[in-house]
């Protein structure tokens, strides 16, 4: 039963006033459905009317204020579901400038058969190299670095004698969607660990049995390039 219903809704409006501007108020209670509240509805109504009519018009203005919205911190869903197939398909058609197109050329025709994680693997390994002096400073010079000669290149599909043509179009629009991720500021870079090189499962490459290899992600191998070893 609710006794003296003044006093209770002046304590309640005073405690209010006394808390934080930006405090969160949560309110637990339990109601004994036995009492009979629709009679004293009138009553502690009247008596809140009269609290507010004796508060001031500022802490008025102090109850009429909405909390401030918590902010929160990044967290890593983004990074995480980046893998997710439905996240990626989500997103819109990709547009970009030269290093997007070289990219996410170089990711179809290198990576397209991969699992998701082994595309992005790819790509680590690409601007890594953009990232490392030992190469060139763009992702099309990368990508594009080599003698000229058949089958002298850094990527094969850039030097195999054959055009570079897409024709599965659904497959070029997921790889362009990696390469934008990729290539945003910030983009996370923790699947390789710094890897330079990768390659096929069916081939052994002479560097292969030089190079420390850092994983292993789908079809490909993956190595980074020691420091104190010259390029090859």
Same mark, same amino acid.
Request: one cysteine or more.
């Given at each position: 039963?609710?006794?003296?219903?003044?006093?209770? !809704?002046? %304590?309640?409006?005073?405690?209010? +006033?006394? /808390?934080? #501007?930006?405090?969160?108020?949560?309110?637990?209670? &339990?109601?004994?459905?036995?009492?009979?509240?629709?009679?004293?509805?009138?009553?502690?109504?009247?008596?809140?009317?009269?609290?507010?009519?004796?508060?001031?018009?500022?802490?008025?203005?102090?109850?009429?204020?909405?909390?401030?919205?918590?902010?929160?911190?990044?967290?890593?869903?983004?990074?995480?579901?980046?893998?997710?197939?439905?996240?990626?398909?989500?997103?819109?058609?990709?547009?970009?400038?030269?290093?997007?197109?070289?990219?996410?050329?170089?990711?179809?025709?290198? !990576?397209? %058969?991969?699992?998701?994680?082994? +595309?992005? /693997?790819? #790509?680590?390994?690409?601007?890594?190299?953009?990232? &490392?002096?030992?190469?060139?400073?763009?992702?099309?010079?990368?990508?594009?670095?080599?003698?000229?000669?058949?089958?002298?290149?850094?990527?094969?599909?850039?030097?195999?004698?054959?055009?570079?043509?897409?024709?599965?179009?659904?497959?070029?629009?997921?790889?362009?969607?990696?390469?934008?991720?990729?290539?945003?500021?910030?983009?996370?870079?923790?699947?390789?660990?710094?890897?330079?090189?990768?390659?096929?499962?069916?081939?052994?490459?002479?560097?292969?049995?030089?190079?420390?290899?850092?994983?292993?992600?789908?079809?490909?191998?993956?190595?980074?390039?020691?420091?104190?070893?010259?390029?090859?």
């Amino acid at each position: 039963m609710f006794k003296k219903p003044t006093l209770w !809704a002046i %304590g309640f409006v005073a405690c209010l +006033i006394n /808390a934080p #501007a930006t405090a969160e108020v949560v309110i637990s209670q &339990s109601n004994n459905p036995t009492v009979a509240f629709n009679e004293q509805f009138q009553s502690m109504m009247s008596a809140e009317h009269a609290a507010f009519r004796a508060l001031s018009p500022n802490n008025v203005r102090r109850l009429s204020v909405e909390p401030r919205a918590k902010r929160t911190a990044p967290s890593d869903d983004v990074a995480v579901s980046r893998f997710d197939p439905e996240y990626l398909a989500a997103l819109p058609t990709p547009k970009g400038g030269e290093n997007w197109r070289c990219l996410a050329e170089a990711l179809y025709f290198e !990576a397209r %058969g991969e699992t998701i994680k082994g +595309i992005f /693997a790819v #790509a680590e390994v690409i601007l890594n190299r953009v990232d &490392s002096a030992r190469y060139p400073d763009t992702v099309c010079d990368v990508i594009y670095q080599g003698t000229g000669e058949k089958y002298r290149c850094q990527f094969t599909y850039s030097c195999d004698g054959h055009a570079e043509v897409i024709n599965e179009p659904r497959a070029y629009a997921k790889v362009g969607k990696i390469a934008k991720l990729m290539l945003s500021e910030g983009a996370p870079r923790n699947l390789t660990e710094g890897a330079t090189h990768y390659h096929t499962k069916s081939v052994n490459p002479r560097w292969a049995r030089v190079y420390p290899r850092t994983t292993t992600i789908g079809y490909h191998h993956f190595y980074r390039q020691p420091q104190r070893l010259a390029r090859q």
